[in-house]
């Protein structure tokens, strides 16, 4: 049966956490890919071979989010000073803006979703999820 197919049962819960981050960020002007991306900038990462990675996505993808971002003033790309045909992506003030409005709104689901796994059961959750993700990224070779 479908339901205890693992590949479906991800699949489902991708879409309903898509649909359900973009509703909820849809206040904060953004996207749940943009948010991604912003988060992500945020924390560290800085280049956009290191987000196709981390999300696994294709380049084209990447890209295509990121110039759009840029065009909407979300971030912008300036040269690396250590190899200047590398572009750094850093975070505009409007991006700023847009990511912390966006964090308000998903603290709420972050917390009804860790609340109805319990402390014990969202640890074994994320330890499974990393090794579903490591297992299905060594598929990819």
């Known amino acids: 049966m479908k339901d205890?197919?693992?590949?479906?049962?991800?699949?489902?819960?991708?879409?309903?956490v898509r649909k359900t981050g973009d509703r909820t960020?849809?206040?904060?002007?953004?996207?749940?890919?943009?948010?991604?991306?912003l988060s992500s900038i945020s924390s560290g990462c800085s280049f956009q071979?290191?987000?196709?990675?981390?999300?696994?996505?294709?380049?084209a993808s990447v890209s295509a989010l990121v110039d759009s971002m840029e065009e909407q003033g979300l971030l912008r790309k300036d040269r690396d000073r250590?190899?200047?045909?590398?572009?750094?992506?850093?975070?505009?003030?409007?991006?700023?803006?847009?990511?912390?409005?966006?964090?308000?709104?998903?603290?709420?689901?972050?917390?009804?979703?860790?609340?109805?796994?319990?402390?014990?059961?969202?640890?074994c959750f994320m330890a499974a999820c990393r090794k579903l993700r490591e297992t299905l990224e060594g598929l990819e070779c």
């Open 82 to 123: 250590s190899d200047g045909r590398m572009r750094r992506i850093a975070i505009t003030e409007e991006g700023k803006r847009r990511l912390e409005e966006a964090r308000k709104d998903s603290i709420e689901i972050e917390e009804k979703l860790s609340r109805s796994l319990g402390c014990m059961d969202r640890e």
């Open 25 to 37: 960020l849809r206040s904060a002007g953004l996207s749940t890919a943009q948010w991604r991306i």
């Open 4 to 16: 205890d197919m693992i590949l479906f049962t991800l699949g489902a819960l991708g879409r309903l």
């Open 49 to 59: 071979r290191d987000m196709e990675r981390m999300f696994s996505m294709s380049r």
